[in-house]
């Protein structure tokens, strides 16, 4: 199959409308598929229902998780941001601080502002060494401060649980008590369930022991016996029908919330218009494992302005009579892509409009029999009137818009909030253009040809076509994102690539820094990194451990490494000139084998990676999603995304030098 081109799980799923229909099937969808004919529509909307009431016997179901008050916030959740814990957003690195209000306040003015965050730490850099998924948020200096920040900035706060993770370190304790502890010490508010679609239930039971209130998201399709105790689900690699359909988990419990997500869109137009038509939230993904898929101008102002209104009016969506697919579309509106929900709650009457088309419509978008009450545009602030021809409004082309009706009887905060959204112009962007931040190489250091590094092989300068092979994961490579648009992402394949390079004639170590010589290092100049969490830490009293005076010098960063460098006068190699020098007569590798740092670091303003080269002796077993490790050729390249903390300080990575 093309990846362009859905797989048969993520199609909608057929409402079959004869009058026997075996509906039972449903139960298992992610999305109710509509039909094209607007005649079909009635019988369409009595099959849901119909099924509706079926799946609630055929589903043994309690809803009171969605009655504690301590967890109604995934209610109204609708925008949840899924960030790398060292996103430049939230991390200075420069510093070493976590920065809550300056991701918070990217959030209110791209997006409207998030109601919650999901902290991604592990992968894509799990894996590397003994750590487990535990370790990379207990060692996290400032973790805890981060998290009460981010809830005094009114951002609720996920951690990531990852199933996979069977081959590191072994804790004493399960998953689901180290999980447990982790839910009370850092006081987070929910749990995404990584790759699944459920939780087991004895994991789910251990965290609700330590945190009752504690909500649990599911990334795949949710089965119905755990929507229960799952308050919240991905709508993920979903294709809609062009007439929308209706997501199959919300529609069986209004309550539950979920988000919609495709992570290599550059469009996001369709998982808008989904949440929208279905009253339910979106997750925000800019930087992918550090790819950058960032959202453009069009769709990011779209979230803006269904956010505002979803929260105003959340009480509507919940607990409305809803009517999918409403009939007071008319026939002109209909033909040009206008279809819309329209739900009521005590006199006050909300219609999500969405445009299917890639023109704006205007003209009259419903014709209804409720006329008497205040009409409100309230999506773009534009006044509106009601008369006999109906309602008379521009919807933006991919765009959505919002009616708001309020009745005589209607409370006084709801006519309030109406007016207001209703009278705040909030218009609408046509650009679409994918907004482009590629990667930017630091500059490589210049050296003065005098470094006293030791040994050396000569790497001759020139032209140089490399050939380089890497394992495809979500990193990609270097700055391109390796999936776009893409249903079904060819993960794990090893890729063989060919760079054109010109290597500028430089002496390469032929092996790595000991530890020794970095005791002579910090001895000589008293070194102290910013931030010394991990570093040295396989050290004892300061010094290297007897009988490993020889062996390459571990637990160092980037910053580290380039500090002894200098001291003796070079920098780091390039990964070209490492790779080169690698197939080079004397060019060694010391024991235990490690992970060679490059001078390869790359920024694009929300993450940070550079390359590593030759293997090491470690290697985590048991799944594909763990980092690379092993025994390297020369040729391969492995992309390792840096964290802050000191967390890149691993018992896996040591340097050398060239000059």
Request: charged share 25%; aromatic share 10%; with cysteine.
């Amino acid at each position: 199959m093309s990846p362009l081109e859905p797989r048969p799980i993520d199609l909608p799923s057929r409402v079959e409308l004869g009058l026997r229909a075996d509906m039972s099937f449903l139960d298992d969808a992610t999305i109710l598929g509509a039909p094209e004919d607007p005649a079909d529509l009635p019988r369409w909307r009595a099959k849901l229902a119909e099924w509706l009431i079926g799946s609630y016997d055929r589903t043994p179901y309690n809803g009171s998780q969605y009655d504690d008050p301590a967890r109604e916030w995934t209610q109204t959740a609708y925008s949840v941001a899924l960030v790398w814990l060292w996103d430049d957003l939230l991390y200075d690195v420069s510093t070493g601080q976590f920065t809550p209000e300056k991701f918070v306040r990217h959030g209110v003015e791209q997006f409207g502002g998030h109601d919650a965050i999901v902290l991604w730490h592990a992968y894509p850099v799990i894996g590397i060494d003994s750590r487990n998924q535990f370790d990379f948020y207990r060692d996290v200096p400032g973790l805890r401060q981060l998290i009460d920040d981010l809830h005094r900035l009114g951002i609720k706060v996920f951690f990531d649980y990852n199933p996979w993770d069977v081959g590191t370190r072994r804790p004493a304790r399960s998953d689901a008590e180290e999980f447990a502890a982790l839910v009370t010490d850092y006081a987070v508010d929910g749990v995404f369930l990584d790759t699944l679609k459920e939780g087991d239930p004895a994991f789910n039971r251990r965290l609700r022991a330590a945190n009752p209130a504690i909500a649990i998201e599911s990334e795949l399709r949710l089965p119905m016996a755990r929507v229960g105790d799952h308050a919240l689900s991905w709508a993920q690699w979903f294709a809609d029908t062009h007439v929308p359909g209706v997501l199959r988990a919300h529609l069986f419990e209004r309550r539950h919330m979920m988000h919609h997500i495709r992570r290599w869109n550059r469009d996001h137009s369709a998982e808008l218009q989904s949440a929208w038509i279905n009253g339910v939230g979106i997750m925000v993904w800019e930087s992918v494992f550090s790819s950058w898929v960032g959202w453009n101008a069009r769709d990011r102002a779209t979230l803006r302005r269904m956010v505002t209104v979803q929260r105003a009016f959340a009480p509507v969506l919940i607990d409305g009579d809803w009517i999918q697919l409403t009939p007071e579309i008319p026939d002109k509106a209909r033909v040009h892509g206008i279809y819309g929900s329209r739900f009521d709650l005590q006199d006050i009457t909300f219609w999500t409009l969405i445009n299917r088309g890639d023109d704006d419509f205007e003209g009259i978008v419903l014709r209804s029999e409720d006329q008497v009450g205040d009409w409100y545009d309230v999506t773009s602030g534009v006044p509106i009137t009601a008369d006999d021809d109906g309602v008379h409004l521009v919807v933006p082309g991919r765009g959505v818009t919002g009616i708001v009706r309020v009745g005589a009887t209607a409370g006084a905060g709801c006519r309030t909030t109406a007016r207001r959204l209703g009278t705040m112009p909030r218009p609408h962007v046509d650009d679409s253009a994918f907004p482009m931040r590629p990667a930017e190489r630091l500059p490589v250091p210049p050296v003065a040809g005098t470094a006293s590094i030791g040994p050396v092989v000569a790497v001759p300068g020139g032209a140089q076509l490399l050939t380089v092979k890497h394992r495809r994961r979500e990193t990609g490579l270097y700055d391109q994102a390796p999936y776009v648009d893409e249903w079904s992402p060819r993960q794990h394949e090893v890729r063989t690539v060919t760079r054109d390079v010109e290597l500028p004639g430089i002496a390469v170590a032929i092996s790595e820094v000991t530890n020794a010589e970095f005791a002579e290092f910090v001895a000589a100049t008293n070194y102290r990194p910013l931030i010394p969490n991990r570093f040295l830490a396989h050290w004892v009293d300061g010094a290297p451990v007897a009988g490993t005076a020889d062996q390459p010098v571990t637990y160092v960063d980037l910053p580290d490494a380039r500090a002894y460098a200098a001291w003796r006068g070079g920098r780091l190699p390039t990964e070209d000139e490492w790779q080169v020098a690698a197939d080079l007569d004397g060019f060694t590798r010391a024991e235990p084998l490690v992970w060679n740092l490059t001078e390869s670091e790359h920024r694009d303003g929300r993450s940070r990676f550079c390359i590593l080269k030759g293997g090491s002796h470690y290697v985590a077993q048991g799944s594909d999603w763990y980092a690379d490790g092993g025994p390297r050729e020369p040729e391969v390249s492995f992309k390792l995304v840096l964290t802050g903390g000191g967390l890149d300080r691993s018992e896996t990575i040591g340097f050398r030098c060239a000059g």
